[in-house]
């Protein structure tokens, strides 16, 4: 489990929303499979309250929805295949137990918790990705003011809690007075909540309006699509300190299609979840084809060796290859008879997914990187074509922006070079000599001395750049580190260099990680401590544009001016989604996966098909038994090389 930033609990949680609740739709293309569509919504009159009025959004409100300006869409399409099977399970292996269960709050920034999130409480609406159009979720209907700060949504009468009760209005009340609440220690979502939006109002058991405090074009879909609802009843008997807590690990009652399986559930080894009996939309056409394994399970292997080695092994089913090495070398045909003989599929997946940024964070607020000099200088040093051709076998593609291959990146960003006189010369510039006989560079008489936090699985990766760096007199040491600890000190920006790894996003939130706010105070995504006051009027001028193609200038002068200050050293990205080996016991859409989705999208569209689990599980003892194999790779959104 990776580290997210904020963009990842809110800008970037809207992506995990897409790839589990806002599935882009598979539109009919003439392909051959059939495409699932949920035609007229599911009559929401066979749950409601008889005492609520239909004006109040109780029976016979579809009948007057439009005439009250409400939308709906009764057009969406369902990515699920009409040949999934419910049953089975799904697992896989992750890098530690998660510090806790909860998708807000301190130390909740985990791309797994947020995905097991998704899948256990909803949001109001959907999002299709493809179509950019809004779909139901908890509420059927939805409509926004002429002057777009207000927004009303009719919460659908069917929908209910795992535990029977049924959500209303007060739900969304207390999620919002959770979220602002300063008790999560979670600066950046109360920032969010309290600056934007105004307390929700309950204008009846099922009609819930709230108003924005300032104009956004993204308001609506941040509080209708990213924000997950919770059970005021549970909410009403906590705070946000004590939420933080008490939900460390375990989960309150969801609305979601899955729960905790607390009887397989094993804390430090191993969170498994169970696919409800009695989930309120379990029948409705938008979910048809979804939601299908019984059981999935993240099991604990702290190193990527482990992790493989439990894939090979048959003790997890999928695994995503992390190591160009060894899929070039190690997991092939050639050296795995489990997968010549087609039992374990080898595959990649492409899709429009973006593909997020990385590299070594170098943080500002501390010596030596206040300096733009040394900042540049670490850049210059980093040979990644190097690195690429020896350790990667050319599998990836080196970044130059904080929104690689996507509209957003400055077109004329440079291209990243490796210079060792010129870093020699900016690190002269910046004071620092190497007297006759040392071997370190010194500053002020102080040697100049880094510690990169790392862990034995990658640390092969760095060594490349530490031997590039001690040829310039710059020592960097590896200080392996507890992946929840470096998580704490990244976030609470005690470091002065790190890697980062940070998924993309479909829409960009540039305030979140660039906005100079949040360049000092702790537990956000401006790690590097960025600030710029022209950074900062473009931030707001986005958050004001309705208009997309002004949208996308504001970002690309944004991403330019950061990519000036050298900020990142930066890093690379694969050119597909997913690079896997798994066994080969699954079926799936004939996507793989949705238009813009990621691994997330395997818990929701895939299912275990009883025959070829049976044949799999068999060919695990009986190495003489082979199977049809999966293609090698999967292009349905016509991705690859773009």
């Known amino acids: 489990m990776k580290p997210i930033n904020k963009l990842t609990l809110f800008s970037l949680l809207f992506m995990f929303l897409l790839t589990l609740w806002g599935f882009s739709s598979c539109s009919s293309d003439g392909s051959g499979e ?112 002429e002057d777009k700060k207000t927004y009303w949504f009719r919460i659908d009468p069917n929908a209910k809690w795992s ?53 956004n074009w993204r308001s609506f879909l941040y509080f209708a699509v990213s ?103 190690e997991l092939t045909e050639a050296k795995q008879p489990d997968i010549a003989r087609g039992a374990i599929a080898r595959q990649k997946i492409y899709n429009r997914n973006p593909k997020g940024t990385s590299g070594f964070a170098l943080n500002t607020n501390r010596a030596p990187f206040d300096d733009i000099n ?8 980093f040979n990644f074509d190097e690195l690429n051709s020896k350790l990667f076998f050319n599998e990836y593609v080196r970044i130059n922006s904080y929104y690689y291959g996507t509209p957003y990146a400055a077109p004329n960003n440079p291209k990243p070079e490796y210079n060792p006189t010129k870093a020699l010369e900016l690190l002269k510039k910046a004071g620092y000599v190497k007297k006759p006989g040392d071997k370190w560079l010194t500053k002020n008489g102080k040697p100049f001395t880094l510690e990169l936090m790392s862990d034995k699985s990658i640390e092969r990766i760095f ?59 702790p537990n956000n995504t401006n790690i590097t401590g960025l600030a710029d006051k022209r950074i900062d009027e473009l931030c707001d001028l986005y958050d004001k544009s309705y208009d997309t193609k002004e949208r996308i200038k504001y970002v690309q002068e944004i991403d330019a001016l950061a990519c000036e200050k ?36 395997v818990f929701a569209l895939w299912w275990e098909e009883p025959e070829k689990a049976k044949q799999a599980e068999t060919a695990k003892k009986d190495k003489g038994i082979k199977m049809d194999k999966a293609p090698a790779e999967i292009d349905f959104w016509k991705a690859k090389g773009k």
């Not at 058991?205 to 104009?215: M, R």
């Not at 060796?305 to 089913?317: C, I, Q, S, T």
């Open 163 to 215: 535990d029977g009760t049924p959500v209303t209005s007060a739900d969304i009340i207390a999620t919002y007075k959770l979220l602002v609440d300063e008790g999560l220690k979670d600066p950046f979502t109360n920032s969010l909540y309290t600056e934007t939006y105004e307390e929700p109002k309950a204008e009846s058991k099922y009609l819930v309006s709230i108003t924005c405090k300032k104009e």
């Open 374 to 381: 040394v900042r540049e200088a670490m850049s210059l040093l």
């Open 463 to 521: 060594v490349p750049y530490q031997q590039s760096l001690a040829n310039a007199g710059i020592d960097l040491k590896f200080n392996n580190v507890d992946p929840n600890e470096r998580f704490k000190k990244v976030q609470g920006k005690d470091f002065s260099i790190a890697y980062q790894s940070y998924t993309g996003l479909f829409f960009p939130n540039p305030e979140s990680s660039m906005h100079s706010k949040f360049a000092k105070v």
């Open 566 to 601: 050298k900020h990142w050293v930066w890093g690379w990205v694969a050119p597909s989604t997913l690079r896997l080996l798994y066994w080969n016991k699954f079926g799936m859409p004939e996507s793989g996966l949705t238009y813009a989705g990621d691994f997330g999208d």
């Open 34 to 145: 059939k495409k699932l569509n949920t035609g007229a919504q599911p009559d929401a009159a066979a749950g409601a309250d008889p005492s609520v009025s239909a004006q109040e959004g109780g029976k016979g409100f579809d009948e007057i929805a439009e005439s009250l300006g409400f939308k709906t869409n009764s057009a969406y399409k369902s990515p699920g295949s009409p040949n999934a099977k419910k049953g089975g399970s799904f697992s896989m292996a992750i890098e530690e137990y998660p510090a806790t269960f909860c998708d807000v709050g301190e130390n909740a920034n985990i791309q797994t918790v947020s995905l097991i999130n998704g899948m256990i409480f909803e949001p109001l609406l959907g999002f299709d990705a493809e179509t950019l159009d809004y779909y139901p979720g908890l509420a059927t209907h939805w409509k926004i003011s």
């Open 227 to 329: 924000t997950k609802i919770y059970p005021a009843s549970y909410l009403s008997k906590t705070n946000g300190a004590g939420y933080i807590t008490k939900y460390q690990y375990d989960f309150m009652p969801g609305s979601g299609p899955y729960e905790l399986n607390k009887e397989k559930t094993k804390q430090g080894e191993r969170l498994t979840l169970k696919r409800r009996n009695n989930y309120w939309a379990a029948d409705y056409a938008r979910n048809a084809g979804q939601f299908n394994f019984d059981n999935i399970t993240f099991e604990v292997a702290r190193t990527d060796e482990l992790r493989r080695d439990k894939l090979l092994a048959g003790e997890v089913d999928w695994y995503i290859v992390p190591r160009a090495q060894w899929w070039a070398e």
